[in-house]
């Protein structure tokens, strides 16, 4: 009987993203991407003035890699090169210090707003190791399943995490909503059923704000929660650790359902994001649906070992 379930889950989960991929969001195609700035400093190394490095220096400041008082000026200073090594390590890019081409390139790309150090303790994983192996020259930690895992948490104390009580969850859509009604109810009903599948973890739809645990949302620039957003190509979405349930999209990206070029697969975000909602971190594994990019006109729904692995360690599995 639970074989024939599965089986039916199986066969619903790629009926329906098979439906989606055939529909197409509604966005402003002719727009200027959000991070096109970066472009402009690409090839800058300590000791530049250059214009527009500030904003750089913003960018890397929104995801944690420096501090507030570092980013109002144009010099290309020691504070600046030791935030892109970080971000170097972070996603696995030769640690030169410099604005080279593969680094504006990872950085160009459209991305969850959620930092990737938060509050100066949060490190994704890939630069945590090489960090431990430069300083202690040990090997990098390998897992039961055979690989280095690179999944992290929000790294408050303690770690945010749904209560055990609190294993069934509501989610809602609210009228922000700007996707096809008929193609988002599955659509996040299949998100939410393949984190299901690997947590103990159950999800129900309803259409009760004041009984939804969490809540999905569309809104346009500043939208009053101090995080706002930038426009087509830039930040894509940004949710809330546990307990709080807020999922925000940027309801000016060009969303669709599916892979279309040079659009946004709502899908892989609503992946992604739910896994914020639920506890996780970034992952430095660029398979895995926590890595924090995502590339235009591409789909990641298939949660990754390391995805699986990182929720399993935070709230066990039976």
Request: charged residues 20%; hydrophobic residues 35%; aromatic residues 12%.
């Amino acid at each position: 009987m639970a074989a024939t379930q599965s089986s039916l889950l199986a066969f619903f989960v790629l009926l329906v993203f098979s439906l989606l991929s055939q529909s197409h969001g509604h966005g402003e195609a002719d727009r200027p991407e959000a991070f096109q700035f970066l472009r402009q400093s690409e090839g800058c190394h300590k000791g530049d003035r250059v214009k527009g490095l500030n904003q750089v220096k913003r960018y890397l400041q929104r995801f944690g890699y420096l501090d507030h008082h570092n980013d109002d000026d144009d010099d290309f200073d020691h504070h600046l090169e030791s935030a892109i090594k970080t971000y170097q390590l972070n996603y696995n890019l030769k640690e030169t210090g410099s604005l080279d081409v593969a680094t504006v390139k990872q950085m160009m790309l459209p991305r969850c707003g959620v930092p990737d150090i938060i509050k100066g303790e949060t490190w994704m994983r890939s630069g945590k190791e090489k960090k431990e192996k430069r300083l202690l020259g040990v090997s990098g930690r390998k897992t039961t399943l055979g690989f280095s895992s690179h999944y992290t948490f929000f790294n408050n104390t303690p770690t945010p995490k749904w209560p055990p009580y609190k294993m069934h969850l509501k989610y809602v859509l609210d009228s922000t909503v700007p996707v096809d009604d008929l193609l988002m109810h599955p659509l996040c009903y299949v998100a939410f059923a393949r984190w299901a599948a690997v947590s103990n973890f159950t999800f129900e739809e309803t259409q009760d704000l004041s009984s939804a645990d969490i809540r999905f949302s569309f809104f346009k620039g500043d939208h009053g929660d101090g995080n706002p957003f930038d426009g087509p190509g830039g930040v894509l979405a940004h949710a809330y650790a546990p307990i709080d349930g807020r999922v925000h999209f940027d309801s000016e990206e060009r969303w669709t359902t599916g892979i279309r070029a040079d659009w946004i697969d709502t899908a892989s975000v609503a992946m992604h994001e739910i896994g914020h909602l639920l506890g996780l971190g970034h992952s430095s594994e660029h398979g895995a649906v926590m890595f924090p990019y995502i590339d235009v006109g591409s789909q990641k729904v298939n949660l990754h070992p390391d995805d699986i692995q990182g929720i399993q360690s935070l709230y066990g599995i039976h």
